[in-house]
């Protein structure tokens, strides 16, 4: 049986107009709504409520899509969305991507206020400050997702992190864990060390070595990993707000890494290390 006859054949239509804008943060910011495209963002965010709402509120799909993704499709039904068939040069003039997947969504902001990060006690936080790249700031997410994190922090100096090509990067993390945006770095590190969280700096030139930190024993303990700018780390300000700067040690002849690499290595270092005997993870959590 050929797929459907697409509902929403021209780009002019109203309803993609209004989620073409969505592609600009201004619009998403006074609309508190953002894109998801492809099937792993679609498909998580149909699964996804906030406070007993469900974030997806829309679904664009190509009928060859919808017949390929047919549980996607009834996910977003069930969660209430409304769902169009659209032409593929419908769907390419909403999408970021140069190639397409058929499926975009519209979705409600779902960041997490900062006292509700703070009252759940974390043990493991990765902080974004200066943060510019949204790539980068997706990876990080999907990196701290991966590691166990219970949160995200950007602070106010970082990128959106409902740009569509952050909201990519993050591969669908971004709805499987609390995300607080807009904090002030200060603010960051001051409520977090009044939770009990250990507040490390990463640097390429901290004083402290990772291995270092792992062999004393030091890094069981909850704690938060601030990141910062791609090109020129973090500000010394920044630094001395930390309990120490630490670095990922290169053994080889690399002269640096990557942000998103150098917090892969931080955040599994500390994931292992409270899994541990001893770890805060092993003590509070079996």
Same mark, same amino acid.
């Given at each position: 049986?050929?797929?459907?006859?697409?509902?929403?054949?021209?780009?002019?239509?109203?309803?993609?107009?209004?989620?073409?804008?969505?592609?600009?943060?201004?619009?998403?910011?006074?609309?508190?709504?953002?894109?998801?495209?492809?099937?792993?963002?679609?498909?998580?965010?149909?699964?996804?409520?906030?406070?007993?709402?469900?974030?997806?509120?829309?679904?664009?799909?190509?009928?060859?899509?919808?017949?390929?993704?047919?549980?996607?499709?009834?996910?977003?039904?069930?969660?209430?969305?409304?769902?169009?068939?659209?032409?593929?040069?419908?769907?390419?003039?909403?999408?970021?991507? +140069?190639?397409?997947?058929?499926?975009?969504?519209?979705?409600?902001?779902?960041?997490?206020?900062?006292?509700?990060?703070?009252?759940?006690?974390?043990?493991?936080?990765?902080?974004?400050?200066?943060?510019?790249?949204?790539?980068?700031?997706?990876?990080?997410?999907?990196?701290?997702?991966?590691?166990?994190?219970?949160?995200?922090?950007?602070?106010?100096? /970082?990128?959106?992190?409902?740009?569509?090509?952050?909201?990519?990067? /993050?591969?669908?993390?971004?709805?499987?864990?609390?995300?607080?945006?807009?904090?002030?770095?200060?603010?960051?590190?001051?409520?977090?060390?009044?939770?009990?969280?250990?507040?490390?700096?990463?640097?390429?030139?901290?004083?402290?070595?990772?291995?270092?930190?792992?062999?004393?024993?030091?890094?069981?303990?909850?704690?938060?990993?601030?990141?910062?700018?791609?090109?020129?780390?973090?500000?010394?300000?920044?630094?001395?707000?930390?309990?120490? +700067?630490?670095? +990922?040690?290169?053994?080889?002849?690399?002269? /640096?890494?990557?942000?998103?690499?150098?917090?892969?290595?931080?955040?599994?270092?500390?994931?292992?290390?409270?899994?541990?005997?001893?770890?805060?993870?092993?003590?509070?959590?079996?």
């Amino acid at each position: 049986m050929p797929p459907a006859t697409p509902e929403l054949i021209s780009p002019r239509s109203p309803r993609v107009g209004a989620a073409r804008r969505l592609a600009k943060r201004n619009f998403r910011g006074k609309e508190r709504l953002f894109l998801a495209e492809g099937p792993q963002a679609v498909r998580e965010a149909a699964g996804h409520r906030s406070g007993g709402t469900a974030t997806l509120v829309e679904l664009f799909a190509t009928p060859d899509a919808a017949e390929r993704y047919p549980d996607i499709v009834g996910a977003a039904r069930d969660a209430g969305a409304r769902v169009h068939l659209a032409a593929e040069q419908v769907i390419a003039d909403i999408s970021t991507t +140069v190639t397409p997947q058929g499926l975009v969504g519209i979705c409600r902001f779902l960041d997490t206020d900062f006292d509700a990060v703070l009252r759940a006690r974390p043990r493991l936080v990765a902080v974004l400050a200066h943060v510019r790249d949204p790539g980068n700031a997706g990876t990080v997410l999907r990196c701290a997702d991966a590691a166990g994190a219970e949160a995200v922090v950007l602070t106010d100096a /970082s990128v959106d992190v409902y740009n569509p090509k952050a909201v990519r990067a /993050s591969v669908g993390s971004l709805f499987h864990l609390p995300v607080a945006v807009g904090v002030p770095v200060e603010r960051a590190v001051a409520g977090l060390k009044d939770a009990g969280v250990r507040i490390l700096a990463a640097d390429g030139a901290g004083d402290h070595d990772l291995d270092e930190e792992l062999d004393k024993g030091t890094m069981g303990v909850p704690t938060a990993w601030v990141f910062g700018n791609e090109a020129w780390g973090l500000p010394e300000e920044t630094r001395e707000l930390a309990d120490a +700067v630490v670095r +990922v040690p290169i053994h080889g002849r690399a002269e /640096s890494l990557n942000l998103a690499t150098a917090a892969a290595v931080c955040l599994y270092a500390s994931a292992r290390a409270q899994r541990a005997p001893g770890g805060c993870r092993s003590v509070t959590h079996g």
